[in-house]
């Protein structure tokens, strides 16, 4: 009988074995599915963006239990979350202390998996099980309404229902914006305000942007990419770019969402987890605390976009190439000198320079090519060296017009970099938005000198094939070279200091903002062209 008693218990504790191997290898199957079908996360160290689908909140609810022969099984445990309209605790929710701007990092863990906001203070709490966080704080704190921050759902804590109430809806807008493919086609049409919650009113679009430290740079180049409608509406709508894994573009498409929003919180909007992006991005290049150049980094923003996007060097590859790539023919002419040259072979070099050849004598060599381009830079002329009879210093004035000449095919620019030769510069393909360029700085060994010239120019009706000659047109296609000022950027201070601000058009009213950061005030036509011009963006008439 004893024996026989034996031998059944050692066939239970081989099917306990049995069964706990079983369990313990489908939850390893589970864990290995579950890691093939998340994304791996970026090493950059930001929020992993996923679409908004199932609910993963009981990733961190396990029950520690222990078998008859004393060990730890590790089991998930799946329940049925009860869903109620009849919260009792909506009452303590603080609309005034949200701020969905920052990374999605809880303030304890400092984990970015499974964060929740609390709706009564504003912090950022990890998982919503007995062990967690969020569940820690809503004994200790008694505030009980928390919202996922991926998949927007909101839950009472510690009773752990999830609640179902619209008056949650202006929050999950806040958290995520959205526009219809209407909403975005009408925004230029809309002259309505929009209203905070502190009852200060604000132009959706024309919201301040927080200088965090050292960060005007990036405000201005945002502010002004803001106008140019086709990149705006294309990240107003996430379908556009789902499938793109850049940390970076989604980033840029919510701030755009966030700046255009017309149910904000706030009046202004804090870029600061698109900074993160970018300093990952650029490697630290641009990063928060350190002034920079906005044309610098308008520029690599720009090139960095078009190559997440999935762009190639073709011509409309993507959305940044559709608005900004356009064409120029360049003829550089290179001249090489052995020795000490005659006067002879002066004379033959003057005649070489007019030789249509890509190839000319021994001492000179002559290349004409076709590159694309995103931005043109114009030079300033020097300024005076020397004071007038009232001993001041006479800030000299140079219109648009003169300094266009550099790309009328004909006026000679000298290059020294990477090597001594006479360039000239012509444009064969106008794009839809012209970004200009002044070069106001020039740096040397010693230090970064500042070209105070004032640029006059047109704020509407920039006729370029009046300067410049343009390409002629094929067939039926009607010459678009009649440009309208839509930002102005500007440098106030001293070089290698000061600061930055933007002058913008807001196109339902066609108006006028200066905007500083948070600054943001209407302003006159007649005020953006008295300032020194640093970046323009034009866009084409059509």
């Known amino acids: 009988m004893t024996q026989k008693r034996r031998h059944i218990n050692a066939e239970e504790d081989d099917r306990n074995h049995v069964r706990i191997d079983d369990e313990e290898e489908a939850r390893s199957n589970n864990k290995k599915r579950q890691r093939e079908s998340t994304p791996e996360p970026q090493d950059s160290g930001l929020l992993p963006l996923a679409a908004y689908g199932e609910d993963d909140d009981d990733e961190d609810d396990y029950d520690d239990e222990e078998n008859e022969n004393g060990a730890g099984l590790h089991r998930r445990r799946h329940r049925l979350v009860e869903i109620r309209k009849d919260c009792p605790y909506l009452d303590t929710v603080n609309r005034q202390v949200l701020d969905f701007d920052f990374e ?144 970076l573009v989604h980033r840029f498409g919510e701030l755009t969402r966030k700046i255009w929003h017309a149910r904000n919180f706030k009046g202004q909007v804090s870029p600061h987890e698109f900074l993160q992006a970018v300093m990952v991005a650029s490697k630290k290049r641009f990063r928060i605390g350190v002034q920079s150049d906005p044309v610098e980094f308008i520029s690599w923003l720009l090139n960095t976009l078009h190559s997440d996007l999935g762009g190639s060097k073709k011509f409309n590859s993507s959305i940044i190439y559709k608005c900004f790539q356009g064409e120029l023919e360049v003829v550089k002419e290179i001249q090489y000198k052995k020795g000490k040259e005659k006067k002879e072979d002066a004379e033959q070099q003057q005649k070489v320079t007019g030789v249509e050849d890509k190839t000319g004598p021994q001492n000179a060599v002559r290349e004409v090519c076709r590159m694309p381009f995103l931005m043109l830079g114009l030079d300033l002329p020097p300024p005076p060296l020397f004071k007038d009879a009232m001993e001041k210093n006479i800030i000299p004035q140079v219109p648009l017009f003169n300094i266009l000449k550099k790309f009328d095919g004909e006026s000679v620019t000298e290059v020294v970099r990477p090597q001594i030769a006479r360039m000239r510069y012509r444009v064969t393909r106008l794009p839809q938005y012209l970004i200009l360029h002044m070069r106001r700085f020039t740096k040397n060994n010693f230090f970064v000198e500042k070209n105070p010239t004032l640029v006059n120019f047109p704020v509407k009706n920039l006729e370029l094939k009046d300067y410049i000659p343009l390409p002629v047109p094929k067939g039926t296609e009607k010459l678009r070279s009649k440009y309208d000022l839509i930002a102005n950027t500007v440098h106030d201070g001293k070089p290698g200091e000061g600061s930055y601000r933007v002058f913008v058009q807001r196109k339902s009213e066609e108006g006028w903002y200066e905007m500083q950061d948070l600054h943001v005030a209407e302003t006159l036509p007649q005020m953006v062209a008295l300032s020194e011009t640093y970046m323009q963006i034009y866009e084409q008439q059509q």
């Open 104 to 247: 999605k990092f809880c303030s304890v863990s400092l984990s970015n998996l499974n964060v929740y906001a609390c709706l009564v203070c504003g912090k950022y709490y990890q998982g919503r099980g007995r062990k967690s966080h969020a569940y820690t704080h809503s004994l200790e704190a008694g505030h009980h309404v928390y919202i996922n921050l991926r998949t927007e759902k909101a839950y009472c804590l510690p009773d752990g229902y999830e609640v179902n109430d619209p008056s949650l809806d202006d929050i999950r807008h806040v958290l995520n914006p959205r526009f219809s493919r209407d909403q975005v086609e009408q925004l230029d049409t809309i002259k309505q305000w929009s209203r905070a919650l502190d009852g200060s009113d604000y132009l959706p679009g024309m919201v301040g942007l927080n200088n965090i430290k050292e960060t005007d740079f990036v405000n201005v180049a945002i502010q002004s990419l803001m106008r140019v409608t086709p990149l705006r509406n294309f990240f107003l709508i996430p379908e556009n770019y789902q499938n793109c894994k850049s940390p």
